[in-house]
Every structure is written in C-alpha cells, then in structure tokens.
C-alpha cells in the first residue's frame, strides 16, 4: 500500500516540487526584501537568544562552563522542535486548506502531506544553515558527529508526519480535533527540555520525560550541539516504534477514508 502510494508521488513528483516553490514565493513574493526575509528572521532569532541569554542574563547550563553554551541548547531545542510544530501543525490543517484544490484536480492526496513535509524541511535548511555559521564563528561546530543529525531529523519527521496525518484526514470529519491539538501542542512544547535543562526538574518528574516522545529526540540534538556527542541511541527506540506506529495507521486512515475527504469538506 505505502508503495504503491510513493509510486503515484513520484510520478507527480513535478506537481509536488512546483507546489512547494509556489508557497515559498508567496510567502515573500510582495515583500521588498523578498526571500531575503527567509535569513532575517531566524538570524534575528539567533541574535536575540545569543546576547539575552548569554551576555545578558548570562544563563549558564548545569556542568557546562562555556558562555554560548545555553544559547546553542536554546536553539538546538527551539529551531528542532519548531520543524516538529510546523510539520504537525500544517498537516492538521492541510486537507481543510487545499479543499478547492481536492475538488477541482485530479492528483493523488498522498502528495499534499509530501508537500508539506518538502516545505518544512526547505524552511528548516534555511534556518540549520545559519545556525551552522553560527556554531562556526563562535567555534562550537560539533565536528563529525553532525552527521547524527541526518537520523534524527529521519526520525522526526517519520513522526510529525504520522501524527500529522492522523490528525490531518479527523480533523476533516471532526473540526474539535484541530482546536484542541493547537491547545495541546502548547503543553508539550513547555513539557519538553527545552528552554530548561532535564536536571533541574524533580525525580518523579523527571521519570515521566520517558513517555514524551520528542523528549529523546530533542536531546539528542542539544547532545549533538552543547557537547559534541551522539544522541543515546538506546533511548530513540521508543520513539522510533512509535513513530513507524503512526505512520502506518495514518497511512490505513488515510487509504480508507481518502474518498470521503472530498465529501466532507
């Protein structure tokens, strides 16, 4: 089934590269400073986190003595997750969005969640290139082990877009679903060590970090970052089952009921 599916992608593989070019253009096409907007803003981000945190308030991470260090943890967390946030949040709504599309052309609906996810990752090359320079110019570039990003990154986005395509094809039958996941993804964002480190929390709160998913995930990118070390593999486990877990019902989900979608809508 999930061949046959990315065999019709790949035959459309034209529409799904045109319809994510035609997103980034509109997303800075009028602007004066047209896709130069795409740098600015996370380099301001970057910016902003760099001189508050570190010369600022000089937040410092437990064990780690070095003045960019909570800066890149930040970044590290927020740039990853908001890859997560973006994927998931956009596949909730995706089918909702592109009704008129689904009614008036014949195209296999595989490639809207394909288009998401290319768009997301465009945005997020984008944003990881400058925080890459960043890394460079302050001298904390990982060195090799950057190449464990590449799995990670595969491992997230296995899971945002499970997740988001589940949720994707029920919010079109049951419109609550989208309120209460964009409430829901607010409490995971602060539920997750990402603007504070695990080790200030309580023991028995800490304990409960094993049933977030993004939990081992996001630390192995600030592991990657901070300390120039390789996620703990053993730890991914979990979320990588659960992330092929998700992708295979969301794929059920979506083949049973795909031609519905356009009824509903």
Request: some cysteine; hydrophobic content about 60%.
């Amino acid at each position: 089934m999930a061949a046959l599916m990315l065999r019709a992608a790949w035959a459309y593989r034209g529409f799904i590269v045109g319809s994510v070019k035609r997103e980034f253009q509109a997303k800075y096409g009028n602007a004066v400073l047209g896709a130069a907007w795409a740098i600015l803003n996370p380099l301001a981000m970057i910016l902003v986190y760099t001189v508050i945190f570190s010369q600022v308030m000089r937040s410092k991470l437990p064990g780690v003595d070095t003045p960019y260090a909570y800066s890149i943890y930040l970044c590290a967390g927020i740039l990853t997750w908001g890859l997560f946030a973006e994927i998931c949040s956009r596949a909730l709504t995706m089918f909702i969005e592109q009704a008129n599309l689904l009614k008036k052309i014949s195209f296999p609906r595989i490639c809207l969640p394909l288009i998401v996810v290319a768009s997301a990752v465009l945005n997020f090359t984008i944003i990881f290139g400058l925080f890459i320079l960043f890394l460079l110019a302050t001298g904390h570039f990982p060195g090799w082990v950057l190449a464990a990003v590449i799995p990670l990154l595969l491992l997230q986005i296995a899971l945002s877009i499970g997740l988001g395509l589940i949720l994707g094809v029920l919010n079109v039958f049951f419109r609550d679903i989208g309120q209460f996941f964009t409430i829901a993804l607010q409490f995971w964002f602060w539920l997750t060590p990402i603007v504070y480190a695990p080790e200030i929390l309580p023991p028995e709160v800490r304990g409960l970090l094993v049933w977030n998913p993004m939990a081992p995930v996001i630390a192995g990118y600030q592991n990657i970052f901070v300390s120039a070390q390789a996620p703990h593999w053993a730890s991914l486990w979990p979320t990588a089952l659960l992330a092929l877990l998700l992708c295979a019902i969301g794929l059920q989900l979506f083949r049973r009921r795909a031609g519905e979608l356009v009824d509903e809508l």
